[in-house]
């Protein structure tokens, strides 16, 4: 199966989180064909949630898994860290107090 490129990804995503009306920004644009995606789930209080996309060997799976919670500034300062091993990463930031994030749904895994 073809694997579509991280800024094709990346703007679908966008576009369906617009769809919801969930604010969202491309706070570290990656590498346009194979760079990683980050998700920053911001939910307004001074906490978020950052999630990365994971292969499970056994299954052959994709899925979307927590790498960190806490307070914003926590959650900020290991995005950071994650910067830092890779730059090709991009950092997605979805500002939305219900904690909706829309990561679970067909065709984002």
Same mark, same amino acid.
């Given at each position: 199966m073809a694997r =579509?490129?991280? #800024?094709?990804?990346?703007?679908?995503?966008?576009?369906? =989180?617009?769809f919801? #009306?969930?604010p969202a920004f491309v706070v570290a644009h990656g590498d346009d064909?194979?760079?990683a995606v980050l998700i920053k789930l911001n939910t307004l209080d001074g906490q978020a949630t950052a999630f990365h996309r994971s292969f499970d060997l =056994?299954?052959? /799976?994709?899925?979307?898994? /927590?790498l960190t919670s806490g307070s914003e500034r926590d959650?900020?300062?290991?995005i950071a860290k994650q910067r830092s091993f890779d730059p090709d990463l991009w950092v997605i930031e979805? /500002?939305?107090?219900q904690g909706r994030h829309l990561l679970g749904e067909e065709g984002l895994l």
């Open positions: =579509l490129t991280a #800024e094709f990804w990346v703007h679908a995503y966008l576009a369906r =989180l617009r919801q #009306e969930i064909t194979a760079g =056994l299954s052959g /799976e994709r899925k979307w898994v /927590e959650v900020d300062a290991a979805v /500002e939305d107090r």
